[in-house]
């Protein structure tokens, strides 16, 4: 399968700490993408990077890319309460179809 | 923005039940897709549409059927609902013009779920 894995499966930090997630693959990719999930709701994109990308800043957010590894992190900086929520990666190789990991769940504590 | 609606957030139906899940997007994408999520296995998509009467199945298209009649609509039907259907049903959109050779760069934006349960 090609789905992506992220890890950790949970991570509770304090307010104002940093927060990194990773994410790996299996099969070459086009892309790789970030979402958002919070508790009972849809997924929310949150940054995309290209295959021949290796970092990416938005915000908050700086994601990085290594295909040789086949793997990617997310890393929020000084996280808030209100980024506690699943994070997701999603890679696409094959038209259409876009393979989720089984999430990352990050607690801020305040 | 785009917007997203999925017609019921929570379902409660009975096994053999036929369910209809209803998604519409307002913003023309071209692109339809239905995942289910349960805990630990992540988001697996169940079937796709890239066109109006076009459906491709995803990686567990068993047990379910979609409809595409119109651009901004696509129903996902369980023709007979059993206990191991209980899941979030997520769907989601995405334009075609952001598809380049090799595969597509947009994103998916997405519904806020319909979790159904079948008793």
């Known amino acids: 399968s090609q789905q992506g894995e992220e890890d950790p499966q949970a991570l509770s930090i304090q307010e104002g700490e940093n927060a990194t997630m990773n994410c790996s693959y299996k099969t070459s990719i086009n892309n790789l993408q970030w979402y958002r999930q919070n508790s009972g709701r849809g997924l929310v994109h949150l940054i995309l990077i290209r295959s021949n990308e290796r970092e990416k800043h938005s915000g908050r957010l700086r994601v990085t890319l290594d295909t040789s590894k086949k793997s990617s992190s997310l890393l929020i900086t000084a996280s808030r309460a209100a980024d506690t929520a699943s994070y997701f990666c999603a890679t696409d190789a094959r038209f259409n179809k876009f393979y989720f990991g089984s999430g990352t769940k990050l607690n801020v504590k305040p | 923005d785009v917007k997203v609606t999925q017609s019921s957030r929570y379902l409660v139906k009975r096994t053999g039940e036929k369910v209809f899940l209803e998604c519409v997007q307002d913003?023309?994408?071209?692109?339809m897709f239905w995942y289910r999520q349960d805990p630990g296995l992540g988001l697996r998509l169940i079937y796709f549409?890239?066109?109006?009467?076009?459906?491709e199945k995803g990686d567990i298209p068993e047990g379910y059927s979609v409809s595409r009649e119109k651009k901004e609509r696509f129903s996902l039907i369980l023709e007979s609902a059993s206990t191991n259907q209980t899941s979030m049903y997520l769907c989601?959109?995405?334009?075609?013009?952001?598809?380049?050779?090799?595969?597509?760069?947009?994103?998916?934006?997405f519904g806020e779920g319909s979790r159904l349960t079948v008793l």
């Open positions: 913003m023309d994408h071209e692109n």
């Open positions: 549409s890239y066109d109006v009467k076009m459906k």
């Open positions: 989601a959109s995405s334009p075609s013009d952001r598809f380049i050779a090799g595969g597509p760069t947009g994103e998916l934006f």
